[in-house]
């Protein structure tokens, strides 16, 4: 509804039929004291209603920094967006007034955090958190907000509604604190919802429990999903494409069908033998040799290479350009097509 | 000033929870109030004696502060010097000093003056700390910078010596009446202390600031203002109120040297310390004049630093 009325205002970017949000070739960089890291080195990915894209890397790899430059929260300084475009419904954020750019990350975007207990302000009940922004921005008078944020509560399962609405978050325990999250999120009927690492905090059986209501709200609202997560298990339930990051780069870019029955780059492969196997039970475990690199000096050439099996004398020099492997699938490696042809 | 207000409202919303009726955890209070940590050190508080004992001795010299008349009926200013420095009777409990003016009668109508002075100073220190240091503390980097260097130059000078320029210098301004005086003195002490109220709002402010819900509302779009008065300052409150507790003592304290030196207040406002400083000539001759004022300077100073130890207790998050 809300993306309705954006749409509708006057004099503004907005292309019709662009993507509902997208990431263009993205730079981030933190100037730090000890050099400057290049945390992003050109990001693209998009995502349109009703559909769900997971983003998929290691810590540093740049996962949360793209979402974070979505949503306008990188502390800047030391950060700084040094190249791109973040298009919402096609017009670029980067570029608009101050006051726009937050009008339409405020009612367009919405975001949930990792760990909802330091997401939620300890000093405000959870319902006053969830009512001002409803007051704030929708202009609701107290009780209309109340009735609202006691609504979005039982719409993210939370029983007693009525009653938690007036409790601290410190009261809730950590699968109802990311519902409640999760509730205030969807406050103001965004189009996009950012993920990132959602279920993170959480023990497994509540891990499944929010997944699930995250990905039945999301079909119920044809809401563009982007979750962020380095969990395989999860993506693999829950995302149509996935973007695979290393070293502020997207180095694989596929449906998720595809990608798990062939993956396209040497280290989507790594990620994936190393994840826990039953039927692989007493062997011992594969790791991905090595440490994500620095950003501050990320290895020329393929910025993998030092820790990949597959690496040749060309992978240290040269930087794999991205490799088309038929429709929508991108693969940054040299040896793309290899992988993805049958070795 | 805001957690009464804060733990009210925390307390308007009770109901009762039963542990049961949440498959997913649920409420951890055993009465089922939401619990703010407001309400929550409150609860905490109630049960301490040194809060007690402290909050006790506090309320009693408020209530003085207010009425003095209350206590005695006898006039402070009232000179009789035929009974100068009589010792303690059952006339004058406390004795007469050198003018032959009623020390119990004298220190009851210092309360108000001293507790002025503490109070005024605290809260003026913490304001303007607190405002300075969420400043400093959200905005950082080049604002961050200079707000410090400045806090740093008023660190910088030695506390007495300061003090005794600024009033020196207010002082032949010709103010006079006992208000005044006390402006001049908790403008003078605050002037000199907040670099401390300033810098633990910042560092509390620098915490606050790298929680995600600093975040979350900065992706709502709110204003810069917005943050920092509703989001980071109720989450930054405890530590600097515990300070300003202490702090209230020692302003106590500190008020009663600067009347010692001669420089603090002054006829009308006649405040303990102003009292001790008259005694300083007789203190071997007639010691009652020194040890009453001195006496309850001391009780009240230990009750504010009691306080604010509770306080400290019931609000360090590492403790609880």
């Given at each position: 509804?809300?993306?309705?009325?954006?749409?509708?205002?006057?004099?503004?970017?907005?292309?019709?039929?662009?993507?509902?949000?997208?990431?263009?070739?993205?730079?981030?960089?933190?100037?730090?004291?000890?050099?400057?890291?290049?945390?992003?080195?050109?990001?693209?990915?998009?995502?349109?209603?009703?559909?769900?894209?997971?983003?998929?890397?290691?810590?540093?790899?740049?996962?949360?920094?793209?979402?974070?430059?979505?949503?306008?929260?990188?502390?800047?300084?030391?950060?700084?967006?040094?190249?791109?475009?973040?298009?919402?419904?096609?017009?670029?954020?980067?570029?608009?007034?101050?006051?726009?750019?937050?009008?339409?990350?405020?009612?367009?975007?919405?975001?949930i955090f990792?760990?909802a207990l330091s997401a939620l302000n300890p000093v405000y009940t959870v319902g006053f958190q969830i009512e001002e922004q409803l007051r704030?921005?929708?202009?609701?008078?107290?009780?209309?907000a109340r009735k609202r944020a006691i609504a979005l509560l039982d719409l993210v399962r939370i029983p007693n509604a009525a009653r938690r609405v007036r409790q601290y978050p410190h009261e809730f325990s950590g699968g109802m604190r990311q519902r409640a999250m999760i509730a205030m999120s969807l406050a103001?009927?965004?189009?996009?919802?950012?993920?990132?690492?959602?279920?993170?905090?959480?023990?497994?059986?509540?891990?499944?429990?929010?997944?699930?209501?995250?990905?039945?709200?999301?079909?119920?609202?044809?809401?563009?999903?982007?979750?962020?997560?380095?969990?395989?298990?999860?993506?693999?339930?829950?995302?149509?494409?996935?973007?695979?990051?290393?070293?502020?780069?997207?180095?694989?870019?596929?449906?998720?069908?595809?990608?798990?029955?062939?993956?396209?780059?040497?280290?989507?492969?790594?990620?994936?033998?190393?994840?826990?196997?039953?039927?692989?039970?007493?062997?011992?475990?594969?790791?991905?040799?090595?440490?994500?690199?620095?950003?501050?000096?990320?290895?020329?050439?393929?910025?993998?290479?030092?820790?990949?099996?597959?690496?040749?004398?060309?992978?240290?020099?040269?930087?794999?350009?991205?490799?088309?492997?038929?429709?929508?699938?991108?693969?940054?490696?040299?040896?793309?097509?290899?992988?993805?042809?049958?070795? | 000033?805001?957690?009464?207000?804060?733990?009210?409202q925390a307390?308007?919303g009770?109901s009762?929870v039963?542990?049961?009726?949440h498959?997913d955890g649920g409420g951890t209070g055993?009465?089922?109030k939401p619990r703010s940590l407001?309400?929550?050190?409150?609860?905490?508080?109630?049960?301490?004696?040194?809060?007690?004992?402290?909050?006790?001795?506090?309320?009693?010299?408020?209530?003085?502060?207010?009425?003095?008349?209350?206590?005695?009926?006898?006039?402070?200013?009232?000179?009789?010097?035929?009974?100068?420095?009589?010792?303690?009777?059952?006339?004058?409990?406390?004795?007469?000093?050198?003018?032959?003016?009623?020390?119990?009668?004298?220190?009851?109508?210092?309360?108000?003056?001293?507790?002025?002075?503490?109070?005024?100073?605290?809260?003026?220190?913490?304001?303007?700390?607190?405002?300075?240091?969420?400043?400093?503390?959200?905005?950082?980097?080049?604002?961050?910078?200079?707000?410090?260097?400045?806090?740093?130059?008023?660190?910088?000078?030695?506390?007495?010596?300061?003090?005794?320029?600024?009033?020196?210098?207010?002082?032949?301004?010709?103010?006079?009446?006992?208000?005044?005086?006390?402006?001049?003195?908790?403008?003078?002490?605050?002037?000199?202390?907040?670099?401390?109220?300033?810098?633990?709002?910042?560092?509390?402010?620098?915490?606050?600031?790298?929680?995600d819900y600093?975040?979350a509302a900065?992706?709502?779009?709110?204003?810069?203002?917005?943050?920092?008065?509703?989001h980071?300052?109720p989450?930054?409150?405890?530590?600097?109120?515990?300070?300003?507790?202490?702090?209230?003592?020692?302003?106590?304290?500190?008020?009663?040297?600067?009347?010692?030196?001669?420089?603090?207040?002054?006829?009308?406002?006649?405040?303990?310390?102003?009292?001790?400083?008259?005694?300083?000539?007789?203190?071997?001759?007639?010691?009652?004049?020194?040890?009453?004022?001195?006496?309850?300077?001391?009780?009240?100073?230990?009750?504010?630093?009691?306080?604010?130890?509770?306080?400290?207790?019931?609000?360090?998050?590492?403790?609880?």
């Open positions: 509804m809300s993306a309705q009325s954006i749409g509708e205002t006057e004099d503004t970017g907005v292309v019709p039929d662009a993507p509902l949000l997208e990431v263009d070739d993205l730079y981030v960089e933190f100037r730090t004291r000890d050099g400057v890291a290049k945390v992003l080195n050109g990001v693209s990915y998009h995502v349109d209603a009703g559909e769900t894209l997971a983003v998929l890397g290691e810590s540093g790899s740049g996962k949360s920094v793209t979402a974070q430059a979505v949503m306008g929260i990188l502390d800047e300084p030391p950060a700084a967006v040094t190249g791109g475009e973040i298009r919402y419904h096609g017009e670029d954020l980067l570029k608009v007034s101050a006051q726009r750019r937050s009008d339409v990350r405020a009612e367009g975007i919405a975001m990792q760990d704030v921005r929708l202009g609701m008078s107290r009780q209309e103001l009927d965004p189009e996009v919802l950012i993920a990132d690492e959602p279920t993170t905090a959480l023990d497994v059986t509540v891990q499944a429990q929010i997944m699930d209501l995250l990905k039945e709200i999301q079909t119920e609202r044809r809401m563009g999903l982007i979750l962020i997560t380095h969990d395989l298990g999860v993506v693999a339930e829950v995302a149509d494409r996935i973007a695979v990051m290393y070293a502020g780069r997207i180095v694989e870019y596929a449906d998720a069908v595809s990608l798990y029955r062939r993956p396209g780059h040497p280290y989507t492969a790594a990620l994936m033998e190393s994840l826990p196997r039953l039927d692989l039970k007493g062997h011992e475990l594969k790791t991905i040799k090595g440490l994500p690199p620095s950003l501050l000096a990320i290895p020329p050439g393929c910025p993998f290479h030092p820790r990949c099996a597959m690496a040749q004398d060309r992978c240290r020099t040269e930087v794999p350009a991205e490799y088309r492997l038929g429709l929508g699938r991108t693969s940054r490696c040299h040896f793309a097509e290899e992988m993805v042809g049958g070795v | 000033m805001t957690d009464p207000t804060i733990a009210a307390d308007s009770g009762y039963t542990a049961l009726e498959a055993k009465k089922g407001w309400s929550d050190a409150w609860g905490d508080l109630r049960r301490r004696p040194l809060f007690i004992i402290a909050s006790v001795i506090i309320l009693f010299l408020i209530v003085v502060a207010v009425f003095p008349e209350w206590f005695t009926s006898a006039d402070p200013n009232h000179r009789d010097l035929s009974r100068s420095r009589q010792t303690p009777s059952s006339d004058a409990l406390f004795g007469y000093d050198v003018q032959g003016q009623d020390i119990f009668a004298r220190a009851v109508y210092g309360t108000r003056w001293s507790l002025l002075v503490g109070v005024g100073a605290a809260v003026f220190t913490v304001v303007i700390g607190a405002v300075i240091g969420l400043l400093a503390g959200y905005f950082g980097g080049a604002v961050d910078g200079f707000l410090s260097r400045v806090a740093e130059v008023f660190f910088g000078l030695p506390f007495v010596l300061g003090a005794i320029i600024i009033l020196n210098a207010f002082r032949s301004s010709g103010v006079d009446s006992a208000f005044a005086l006390v402006m001049m003195v908790v403008f003078a002490l605050s002037l000199l202390s907040w670099p401390v109220a300033m810098r633990i709002m910042r560092s509390a402010a620098i915490s606050a600031k790298q929680q600093v975040k900065r992706a709502l779009g709110a204003s810069a203002w917005r943050i920092i008065f509703r980071m300052l989450n930054c409150l405890a530590p600097i109120l515990v300070y300003a507790t202490i702090l209230l003592g020692s302003f106590i304290a500190v008020e009663a040297t600067l009347s010692f030196l001669g420089i603090g207040l002054r006829d009308p406002a006649v405040s303990w310390g102003v009292m001790i400083s008259d005694a300083r000539n007789y203190i071997r001759v007639a010691p009652h004049l020194l040890l009453f004022p001195a006496g309850i300077l001391t009780i009240t100073v230990l009750a504010f630093v009691m306080l604010g130890d509770a306080v400290r207790d019931a609000l360090d998050p590492k403790l609880r």
